[in-house]
């Protein structure tokens, strides 16, 4: 069961050694306000520059991607100047909005950060700037973070993306930073904000949805109005698919009246409150009541279509979580050891990480 929670962290010898200052921080304010600038100002770029931005982990750091990070400058300045606040509110619709509500700050998180890992690949590896790349790094990190508490499942999703490919990306540079620096960004990385957690965006934003939905089909007048509202079901489809027709069946599943909808849609709302306590069990445990509870609502055509993947959801938080210890462990290792092992464990499974050394680097 646990196999797909097998994570690795790998950090490779590279020609650069630096020290890292504190930035100056602002506890003052929004972040949030900061941010969006930096997404009103992103360029448009093209499918070939989407491309280069998606694989930045990875991709040649040519002069289309040079021309990519040159464009994206102003952005970027914008991120670091929004990590530098604390205090993040993205002030999400949830209840106004429903399943109408838009999240055009993840997708813009996630294009942002991955332009700062880009670019902190150019520094470590062409401009010798380790600070400037670190900055880069934390800053993408810390964004993850802040993206993370906007209320929804899928930013904290994203959020532990985000962490993923900074880690990934400073990783790399690890072996080559000198003590000093090393201890600077274990500090910086048990300072930031915490993650939003799934629980809180089970009752902010997937409860609170659930309790729109009710309110709305009451709202509405006859037949016709409720299956506007309905059409929607049929929004994550294919093009070609038969909204109206899906809308039609899914009012048939619950009786054909409001009515019948509302009745369906309040019998899933304890579902949230409890399964929201049961994501901090462990995996065999929350898969157990996770099943559970879609048994007992099986017949429920609301439950059925609102109640997220909550399986999928809690695996990513165990990868994240073993991620995350995987980096702590390796700036451990890499100050004091590998005897330094012996105090990060496994958070999932426990025990020690497996420790293998090559020429450039080592891998966790």
């Keep these: 069961m646990f196999s797909a929670l097998f994570l ?67 952005a970027l ?17 949830f209840n106004e909005d429903g399943v109408y509500v838009l999240l055009p700050h993840v997708a813009a998180s996630r294009q942002l950060t ?13 401009d010798h700037d380790s600070n400037g790349a670190i900055e880069d790094v934390l800053a993408a990190m810390t964004l993850g973070r802040h993206i993370s508490v906007d209320g929804s499942l899928i930013a904290v999703l994203v959020g532990y993306n985000i962490e993923y490919r900074a880690i990934e990306t400073l990783a790399v540079a690890l072996p080559e930073l000198d003590p000093k620096t090393i201890k600077a960004v274990q500090t910086r990385f048990d300072a930031m904000p915490s993650f939003g957690t799934q629980a809180t965006a089970l009752l902010a934003c997937e409860k609170v ?13 006859d037949k016709e109005e409720l299956l506007t509202l309905l059409g929607w079901v049929g929004i994550s489809e294919d093009k070609n698919v038969d909204r109206g027709g ?45 099943k559970r ?17 909550l399986a999928k959801a809690r695996q990513a938080n165990l990868r994240a979580e ?9 700036l451990a290792v890499q100050l004091d050891g590998q005897n330094a092992l012996t105090n990060h464990l496994d958070p999932v499974l426990g025990g020690r990480f497996d420790f293998s050394s090559f020429k450039t680097g080592f891998e966790l």
């Design 246 to 290: 899906k809308a039609e069946r899914f009012l048939d599943e619950c009786g054909g009246t409001a009515e019948g909808v509302v009745k369906f849609a309040v019998d899933a709302l304890p579902s949230y409150d409890q399964m929201a306590k049961h994501l901090d069990l462990p995996l065999d445990a929350f898969e157990r009541e996770f």
């Design 293 to 309: 509870d879609g048994i007992v609502h099986a017949s429920n055509p609301v439950y059925n279509v609102f109640f997220p993947a």
């Design 77 to 93: 300045t914008m991120l670091h100047r929004a990590s530098a606040i604390k205090h993040c509110e993205w002030g999400m619709s």
């Design 322 to 330: 073993v991620r995350r210890a995987l980096f702590s462990a390796a």
């Design 8 to 74: 690795t962290t790998t950090v490779m010898l590279l020609p650069w050694i630096t020290a890292l200052a504190d930035p100056a921080v602002d506890s003052n304010g929004n972040a949030a306000l900061q941010y969006w600038q930096a997404f009103a100002t992103l360029p448009k770029f093209t499918d070939a520059e989407s491309v280069i931005i998606a694989d930045c982990l990875v991709v040649p750091l040519d002069e289309t991607a040079q021309e990519v990070l040159k464009n994206s400058k102003y």
């Design 114 to 126: 991955s332009l700062a890992c880009l670019r902190a690949r150019q520094r470590f590896q062409f």
């Design 209 to 221: 949805t659930m309790e729109w939905f009710i309110r709305k089909v009451k709202e509405t007048k």
